[in-house]
C-alpha cells in the first residue's frame, strides 16, 4: 500500500490511450509506442485494431485517461482525427489532450494543430521526443483537474 | 512431426566443419595485430541475432554442399528453380500500382505498360481491402487514399478498360475479400470473351499473415481460411494459370520481423496451406506447383541472399520428403520480391533510391521471379510518377547495365552465403518445431505468439536505433538540419466524391430483385461447410452486387473477429 | 467538478463522473476517498461476479459475450485488472480489444487498473471502487482479473460469484491446482469445447474438484464462438446468491484501520535519522520506541 499511494491524485503515473481511429492494420509503430510508453512508466491503454472514434472517445472516457495518442498511416488523419475532436467537443471534455502521429505531410500539420492534435510526429521521431510531448501535454490537462478538485 | 523438425536440425548441425582454420588464424595473426592496433572487438549481428565472424573459410562450408546446393533447375533448387534463370527470362518487373478512382488507375497501368512493365499489380485502397463499399460509414476520408477504390464489378470494369487480359498478368494485393475480387476478375475475363484458361495472375489471399502482421480480416480465421479453400479448387480445376495464393513474408517483415522469422513464419504458412489443399481432396502434385510466394528484400544484403536460397531449400526438402511431393515443380519456390518498405526514411529521401537499389540487387542474386522496386518519395505519401519512374529505372539499370543478371547465383560458394543459408535453415527449422509444439500454425497465431514474437524483435530494433548502436543513415546519423520537403502526390476527396455517385447510380440502375436472390443463394451454400462458394460468388459478382454487400453475408454467418492481446 | 458535483455524477450514472471518481480513489489519500465513499456508501446494490483464470483461457472473450446478455437483465460495469511492469512499473492494459465494441453499443462501464498500485491489498482497494460503480446504480459488476499471483486469487474474495475459466490443451488444470485457484471457483468454466482434448479436461478438472470435496461446484463447457452453452452459465450467475457480506465489510475496515495507523507511523520512520547508532539497535527495540514515542503525541 506504500505504492503510489497518499499522494494527490494528479501525481498518479501517466494513463494514455493509443488508437487507430480508423481501418488501418499497420501497427508496428503503435505497439513500439506501447512498449515505450509502460516503459517510461505510463499506464498504456491499446483500443485494438479498428475502433470507431465513438469507441475511442468512450474508452478515453471510462479510462480516464490523460492523453489520447492517435496514429494512422493510411491518409485518413483529417477525417478521423476530426470525428474523435469533433465527439470530444460534443461531450465537452476538455481534460483529455490529444495528440498525433503517422504519415501526416506538412501542410496538414498546421490543420490539425487547430483542431487541437499536437505532436503529429513523422516516421523515425525518436521515442523520447515523442515521450516529453506526452508528459507535457499530460501536464498541462492534470494542472485543469488538479484546480478542480483543490 | 516435431522428430521430423528436429531429424533437419540435426542434419543441419552435423554437417558444420570444425572451425580450426579460422581459429588458428585468429589466434596467430588477427589477435596480434588488434592488440598492436589498439582495436577493440565488438558483436556484430544482423537482424536475425545470429553472431557475424570477420571472416569466413571454407571450413564454414557445410560438409554435404554438393547434396544440398544442388544445380540450378536440379533438387533442392538452392541456385534457382530454372536452368538457365534469367538469361532464359529476366525476372518480371511488376509495380505496384493503383490509387483514387479505377479511371485514374486505369491510366496508370497504361502509362506503365508504355514504359515496359510486363506485369500489372494492383493496390486496393482501405475501405477496399477490409471488404466495405466506397458509401460505408467507415470508409469516409479513405476512398482512394491508398490504392485503388472496387466497390463492385463495374468499377473493375473500369480499372482493366482497354486492356486485353489474355495478354498480361495480373497480380491482386488483396486478402480478406480475396474470394470477392477474385471473381470479378473472372466474371471480367469472362465478359470479354477471354477464355479463363487463358488468363493469368496471382491473387495474394494469405490470410494467416493477415493475422500476424498486416491485420485486415473480415472473418474469424476458420472462415477465411473456407474461402481459401474453395478458390484454391475452384482455380485448378477452372484457371489453370492463376496462382490462386502468394505467402506473403512481406508485411511480416515490415511488422518488424528478423529476416529469418520472416523466412519460418510464411513458410509455416505455406505448410499450412499445402495441409488445407490436401484436407480438400486434391493431390498435392496438382496444386502445389501454382502457389507463389512474395518476401521483403531488406538491407542487410547477404542475410536477405541467404533468406531466398534458404526457402528455396527448405521448400523443396519438406515437400519431397514430408509432404511425399513427385512432381519437381511442386518443389519449386517461386517468388516475388518487393524491397523493403520500412527502410525508406522520410529524412533525405534521395538516399532511399540507393537503399532501393541494393535491394533490389539482393533480390536478384537471390534469384526472384519478380520484382517491386519502391519509390523515394513512399515515406512520405503515395509515389509520383517521376519517382515511380526512377524505381522502374532502377531496376531495368540493374537487369540491362551491370551484368549481374548474367550468371545464376553469383554468390553461390561464398564461404559467408553458403554458411549464412545453412543457418538461416537451421533457425527456421527450429520455429518450424517450436510452432507444432503449440498445436500449428493457427493455433500459435490465434494464442498471439506469433505477434508477439515479432513485436519484441521489432522494439529491440527500435531501441538499437535509439541508442545508436544501429545506424539509420539521415534519421541518427549524418542529420541534415535543413530538410526540404519534397513534391508528393497528392489525392483529393474527387475520388470519393466521384466512387459515391458512380455507385449510387449503379444501385439505382441494377437489377435488385437478382442481387437479392443471388446473396441468398450465397448465404445458404456458406452454410455448408462442403460446397465450394466461388460459383455463388461470381453469381453476385455478375449481378453487380457490391463488395459489401457479399462480404456482409459472411459477416452474418461467421461473425467478426478480434486479434487476441499480445502485451 | 467538485467533489460534490462528482458525487451527484456518480449517483446519476455520468459515465465520466465515475470514471474520474475511481481515479481518484485509485490514488488519493484516505481523506479524500473517505469524503466520496461517505457520501454514496449506502447507495446502490450490485451482485459481483469475479471471473479468473490463467492468461489465454479467452476471459475478455467470454466477458465480451456474456455481458451484453446479462445486461437484459440490469445495468453492467466491468473493472479488469492488468499485472503492471515488475520493470518500469508501468502497464499495457489490453483486456478491452476483444469487448469495446459490445460497450460502446450497451453502454456499459468498463475500467482496466494495473495491479500496481495496490500491492498486497488488491481486494481492499478496489472494494472502493467497486463501491462507486454500484452507487452509479450497476446491478452486475464483472470483476476480471488474471488468476497467476495470490493478490489475484485474494481479490476475488470480495465476489459474490466467483467464476474460474480454463481451457483444454493448455496444461491449465494443473497450473490451476498449483496456483490455488481450483479452492476459490464457484463455478468452472471450460471455454473452447470445441477443441481437442475438452472432454478430458472437463473430466480431470471434476475429478479434482470431487477429490476436494467440491462435488456440488459445476463445471460448464462452453464455445465462445458459437456461445454453446452460454445459457446455462447466465443461469447460475442470476440465480446465484450473494455471499460473504460480513466477512468482505470486515476486511474493508481492517485496511483502513491498518492503512491509517500505517499512515501515522510511517512519517516517524520516513523522517527518522539512520546514524550509525540507530543502524546497530535491533529494529525490534527502535520501532517499539517509535511506538511509544507515537502514542504519547496522540495521547496529547
Redesign the interface.
Known sequence: ?????????T???I?ILLAKP???????GI??L???????????????????P??VV??A????VDVIALSLL???H???FKNVMDILNK?D?HDIAVVGGG?I??DDKPILEKMGVTGNF???T???IIIKHVRERAMEVRKI?ED??K | MEDYWNLKINEIKKSFKSNDKYNKWKEKTLKPWNQKTGYKDKKYKNSSDMDIKELYTEDDVPENMDKILGNPGEYPFTRGIYPNMYRGRLWTMRMFSGFGTPDDTNKRLKYLIKNGETGLSIAFD??T??G?DCDSK?????VG??GVNVSSLMDMERIFDGIDLSRISTSMTINAPAAILTAMYFVLAEKNNTDLKDISGTVQADILK?YIA???WMYPPEAHLRLIRDMLVYSIKNVPRWNYISVSGYHIR???SSAVQELAFTLADGFYYIDLGIKAGLNIDDFAPRMSFFFNSSINFFEEIAKFRAARRIWATVLKEKYGAKNPKSMMLKFHTQTSG?TL???QPLNNIVRTTIEAMAAIMGGTQSLHTNSYDE????PTDDAVKVALRTQQILAEETGISDVIDPLGGSYYLERLTSEMEEEAYKYFAEIDKMGGVLNAIKSGYIQKEI?ET??RR?LNI?NNEET?VG??KYIDENEK?IN?LK?TDIAENDQLRKLKDLKSKRDNTKVNESLNKLREAMKDENINLMPYIMECVKNYATLEEISNVGREIYGEW??PK?? | ???NNLISGILSGD??SI??A???V?????K?REKIIKEIYNRGNAKIIGITGPPGVGKSTIIGNIAPMLSDYGKISILAVDPA?P????????N???M??T??KKNI????T?N??????LSE?SWDIIKIMEASGSDFIILETVGSGQSDIDIMNIADITCVVLAPGLGDEIQAIKSGIMEIGDIFIVNKIDREGSYIAIKDIRETLNLGNKIKTPVIGINSINKENYDKFLDYIIKWDKKNYKKKYIGKLKQII??DI??KY?CYIDNMEYDENTLKKDPYTVAEAIIKNMNEIIDK
Not at chain 1, 506501447?34 to 470507431?52: C, E, K, N, Q, S
Not at chain 3, 500496481?116 to 491489498?121: D, K, Q, S, T
Open positions: 500500500m506504500e505504492n503510489g499511494r497518499n499522494r494527490k491524485y501525481e498518479a503515473p494513463k480508423a481501418i488501418d492494420g499497420h501497427d508496428r505497439f513500439v506501447a512498449r515505450a510508453f509502460r516503459d517510461a512508466g505510463m499506464d498504456v491503454i491499446y483500443a485494438g485494431l479498428l475502433p470507431t465513438e469507441e468512450d474508452t472516457i471510462n479510462e480516464d493510411n491518409g485518413a483529417l477525417t478521423a461531450k471534455v504519415i505531410p506538412d513523422g516516421p523515425g525518436p521515442l523520447k483537474k478542480e478538485y | 482501405m475501405p481491402l477490409y466495405y467507415r470508409s469516409v476520408g479513405e487514399k491508398c493477415e498486416q491485420k485486415e515490415e511488422a518488424g520500412y526514411t522520410w529524412q515515406a512520405w505519401a503515395l513485436a521489432s522494439y527500435q535509439e539509420i534519421v541518427n520537403p508528393t489525392i478480434k486479434e499480445i502485451y | 467538478m467538485s467533489i459515465n465520466r470514471a474520474r475511481i481515479s481518484i485509485e490514488s488519493a489519500d484516505i479524500t511492469s520493470f518500469s512499473g508501468g502497464s499495457i492494459l489490453g478491452r480489444i476483444r469495446q465494441e460497450l460502446s462501464f468498463m475500467r482496466s494495473s500496481r498500485l495496490y500491492n498486497g491489498g482497494y491498518i492503512e500505517y499512515n510511517s
